[in-house]
Nanobody, 118 residues
Framework: QVQLVESGGGAVQAGDSLRLSCAAS????????MGWFRQRPGKERDPVAAIIWLTAYTYYADSVKGRFTISRDNANNTVYLQMNSLKPEDTAVYYC???????????WGQGTLVTVSS
């Protein structure tokens, strides 16, 4: 029903910026949310940021507040994660997530690797 394609990961130095993109295709409805999770080496997958599509309400993990910004593009059905002032501890595989209570559907992107060197 819904497919997600992520892009934008890469290797950067501390203090640099990256923008991750996640494009959704297939049948989507206005009542859904999208977000970003990350999984550090040896750690569990944790939420980073999320956005409710209809209202644009956003959530951020404390560790990224003030540095990361999640946004949406309705025309392209795409969610972005602008990551500024990157730190080595931000190194992780970042996963995009689509969730809809109405559709009873949860979909994950393939993941994109972000590596931050000091």
């Amino acid at each position: 029903q819904v497919q997600l394609v992520e892009s934008g990961g890469g290797a950067v130095q501390a203090g640099d910026s990256l923008r991750l993109s996640c494009a959704a295709s297939g049948r989507t409805f206005s009542t859904f949310s999208m977000g970003w999770f990350r999984q550090r080496p040896g750690k569990e997958r944790d939420p980073v940021a999320a956005i409710i599509w209809l209202t644009a309400y956003t959530y951020y993990a404390d560790s990224v507040k003030g540095r990361f910004t999640i946004s949406r593009d309705n025309a392209n059905n795409t969610v972005y994660l602008q990551m500024n002032s990157l730190k080595p501890e931000d190194t992780a595989v970042y996963y995009c997530k689509y969730y809809s209570i109405r559709q009873d559907l949860e979909v994950w992107g393939q993941g994109t690797l972000v590596t931050v060197s000091s």
